[in-house]
């Protein structure tokens, strides 16, 4: 299983601190020789400060170590707020190597705050967070499609705990235990995903992949079905139920086409049952999936049509 270091982060209280005129040479010139620094210049009175604070140092500790952040009190500091020129609050400036490296003003997404952190922790040699997480996902995506399903729940669960509002992590823990067939326990995390994340096309394939793994618990044999729709092709129940069963088994084309041919011959049965049940298996495959991609294609031309 891929180690994530968590608990090798530094302290928070390594990681952020008040500096001073006394203190500024130390707490930054000399610190960033060796990790980038950081320094929001700020002042009680400015409201977007305080808004834009608390989010710079969230993205600072998610570096784990990566920059180190500085907050000065311009208030208490106009000397050194002359000398770098700073003419509006709040400014951000990031050092490294005792110079100024990069910097912005004003309060700006938070989007844009965690990129800046990124190139900061780039430009001194460490490896930026987004990249970290990326590469433990594909991780944890690898241990998942091989088989190794228990390291790829506890990977994804590393991940939450450093991001709990990582989509790609909440749906990988997912479909980890639906792998595992522990179906009430995939639904209960499912339901506990923030609200900001429970739209995203992660949490919603998995949504899609839990509802057909709810399905195939009542699937009935495959064989059976086939006969009895061989035997009367309009039967459109036996059809459902043998593409129901067909998906069970692995064999999503075949529980396409299954559909498919339900919709071609009564598109409005069961109140378009064949319809919903296509989007449900599109919508828990890869954007990039090829019978996705086919069946969709065959879907709109009926549609259409």
């Not at 989007?111 to 190139?119: C, L, N, P």
């Not at 490896?127 to 729940?153: C, F, H, K, N, R």
């Not at 999503?252 to 989007?279: H, P, T």
């Not at 996705?292 to 294609?297: C, D, P, S, T, V």
Request: glycine share 8%; with cysteine.
């Amino acid at each position: 299983m891929m180690d994530l270091n968590l608990n090798a982060a530094p302290a928070a209280d390594d990681l952020i601190k008040d500096s001073t005129e006394a203190t500024f040479m130390a707490d930054v010139i000399e610190t960033s020789q060796n990790t980038p620094v950081i320094v929001d210049f700020w002042a009680p009175w400015c409201g977007p400060c305080k808004t834009l604070g608390p989010q710079l140092e969230s993205a600072v500790r998610a570096a784990k170590g990566a920059v180190k952040m500085v907050k000065v009190n311009v208030d208490e500091a106009q000397m050194i707020a002359g000398q770098l020129q700073i003419q509006s609050i709040p400014t951000v400036y990031a050092f490294h190597k005792g110079q100024p490296i990069d910097g912005f003003q004003g309060a700006v997404p938070e989007s844009e705050i965690k990129a800046f952190v990124d190139r900061v922790a780039k430009a001194g040699g460490g490896e930026a967070p987004g990249e970290a997480m990326s590469e433990a996902i594909a991780a944890a995506e690898e241990m998942l499609a091989e088989g190794a399903v228990t390291d790829a729940a506890q990977t994804f669960s590393a991940i939450l705990g450093e991001d709990p509002n990582h989509a790609g992590a909440y749906g990988g823990l997912v479909r980890a235990h639906i792998t595992l067939g522990e179906l009430d326990q995939a639904e209960a995390i499912l339901n506990g995903a923030p609200a900001e994340i429970s739209k995203s096309p992660e949490l919603e394939a998995a949504h899609a992949q839990l509802e057909l793994a709810r399905q195939a618990e009542d699937a009935g044999p495959v064989d059976d079905l086939r006969a009895a729709v061989e035997a009367n092709p309009d039967d459109s129940q036996a059809r459902f139920d043998l593409a129901l069963a067909m998906h069970a088994n692995n064999d999503i084309e075949g529980a396409v086409d299954q559909l498919l041919e339900l919709f071609r011959r009564d598109r409005d049965w069961n109140d378009g049952a064949a319809k919903s049940q296509l989007f449900t298996i599109f919508e828990a495959l890869k954007p990039n999936d090829p019978i996705m991609l086919n069946g969709r294609r065959k879907l709109s031309s009926m549609i259409f049509a």
